[in-house]
């Protein structure tokens, strides 16, 4: 069964870099077919897709974040990491990251979630 | 980017009631389409998947149609566990979009 599991700061100050960690197991995130993608709710509103990351690094990430936003991974860890630079209160919002799995020749879905982890940005 | 556009934005319904919810894609999306349920403090989860496949291990009651620009999920028999947010979101292309969710509450 395989889990995801968010960690990092809960407090970020205003105009600072927001570092957040995923820690997969129960399965190697290298195996094929899966990109890993940070999605974010702020209380109360729908979801925002933020980007995506395949196992060989290459990723996409949501124009309206693009110039902010830096993801990672590290497969000797079974982890993938989101960085946002220059927060402000707007960015305050529960953050999950999420396996994006190919169930059906194409066809993508997000299969595994972890739990999220809130972030508020305030001094 | 595509818009997901989702109706009516919250409903009330009861125990056994049949409940449809639509989602409208801004551009066509074949069948790239995706249903997720979300209860309060969770993430959410995926129901449905290519508009109108089950997800392993969701409930009969749930279903899925459509294909193009315009999509439906329909719980057949509204379950006391139903209660929740659910979501369309398109697997088309990136950027990834959700719609704007359905609250499903108790009448």
């Known amino acids: 069964q395989v889990q995801l599991q968010e960690s990092g700061p809960g407090l970020v100050k205003p105009s600072q870099t927001l570092s957040l960690t995923c820690t997969v197991s129960?399965?190697?995130?290298?195996?094929?077919?899966?990109?890993y993608s940070w999605i974010r709710q702020p209380a109360g509103k729908g979801l925002e897709w933020i980007g995506r990351i395949y196992t060989s690094g290459s990723t996409n990430y949501n124009p309206s974040l693009k110039s902010r936003v830096t993801m990672s991974v590290d497969t000797s860890k079974n982890q993938i990491s989101l960085r946002l630079s220059s927060v402000t209160a707007a960015d305050t919002a529960v953050y999950y990251c999420?396996?994006?799995?190919?169930?059906?020749?194409?066809?993508?879905?997000?299969?595994?979630w972890g739990q999220g982890t809130l972030v508020t940005v305030s001094s | 980017d595509i818009q997901m556009t989702q109706s009516p934005s919250s409903l009330s319904a009861s125990v056994g009631d049949r409940v449809t919810i639509t989602c409208r894609a801004s551009q066509s999306i074949n069948k790239y389409l995706n249903w997720y349920q979300q209860k309060p403090g969770k993430a959410p989860s995926v129901l449905i998947y290519a508009a109108s496949s089950l997800q392993s291990g969701v409930p009969s009651r749930f279903s899925g149609s459509g294909s193009g620009t315009d999509f439906t999920l329909t719980i057949s028999s509204l379950q006391p566990e139903d209660f929740a947010t659910y979501y369309c979101q398109q697997s088309h292309s990136a950027p990834l979009t959700f719609g704007g969710g359905t609250k499903v509450e108790i009448k």
């Open positions: 129960g399965g190697s995130i290298s195996s094929g077919s899966s990109y």
């Open positions: 999420a396996r994006y799995y190919d169930i059906l020749a194409g066809y993508y879905n997000f299969d595994y």
